[in-house]
Each structure stands twice: as C-alpha cells, then as structure tokens.
C-alpha cells in the first residue's frame, strides 16, 4: 500500500493528501511525442535550419518535442540561448 503524505497547512486551508504512488496528471502544456510540430515550430526551426546552414535538421513530420530539441539545439549552436554579456 502507497503511504499518504500530507502537505502542511498554508494560510488556514484543509490538509490535502496524496499518493506517492499516483503519477502526476498530464499537464495540457507538456510536449507529446504523438502530436505533430505546430506549424509556429515549423516556421521557427526553417527559419533557424536556414540561418545555421543545416537544412537536413528541418523535417515537416516532427513531433512537438522533437522540434522543440531541435529548435533548442540550433539556437544553442547560433548562439541564441547565450546570456548577453554583462558590461561594467
């Protein structure tokens, strides 16, 4: 049997248990490897194929995530996800 924990109580609102055991629910946010890319991720990760010079990292069949690695690859790779750097 799963052990229930209790969370503490915030502000004078009831105690709320859970299970361990449970998974979370699926949050509506999350990137499925089902759904195919949006057509916004499509747009975007052409547009970055184009501006790395990798035309073979576009593929029009990719699900959600899979873009979403790629587009976080490419931008990495262009320098996109670089923190501006700090003048003093």
Known sequence: ?????RKPRIGGEPVR????????KASPYR???EEPMSEIQ???L??????ADEPGAFDRGLSRREAARRIDTLKDKLGL???PPHTD
């Open 1 to 5: 049997m799963a052990q229930i924990q």
């Open 17 to 24: 248990a859970y299970r361990q055991s449970e998974p979370p």
């Open 31 to 33: 990137l499925s490897e």
């Open 42 to 44: 499509a747009s975007y």
């Open 46 to 51: 052409m547009t970055l194929c184009e501006e």
């Open 81 to 83: 996800l670089d923190p």
